[in-house]
């Protein structure tokens, strides 16, 4: 059983840590955030303060929006094993 949970808990760590990588440059990718930091027209819209605003999220969202799903799986497997 302590085998199980470690392999879990590491799966889970790796699993935040690419979300939280994965996140921002799915987030830096999308043609609102490049238009923000200076992809539009003439430096049109340029607004530095999202990544002050938006970026923290996107980091938070990425590490844990994963977790919570790993969570749901397990416990889900869990349930149907008893």
């Known amino acids: 059983m302590k085998r199980r949970v470690d392999k879990v808990a590491c799966g889970g760590c790796v699993l935040s840590a690419v979300g ?5 440059l799915l987030w830096l990718s999308m043609p609102r955030t490049r238009r923000h930091l200076g992809g539009g027209f003439e430096n049109e819209g340029m607004d530095y303060t999202v990544l002050l605003t938006e970026l923290p999220f996107v980091v938070l969202g990425g590490a844990f929006l994963p977790l ?7 416990r889900l497997r869990d349930r149907r094993r008893l």
């Open 20 to 24: 939280a990588t994965a996140a921002p």
């Open 68 to 74: 919570l799903a790993l969570t749901v799986l397990m």
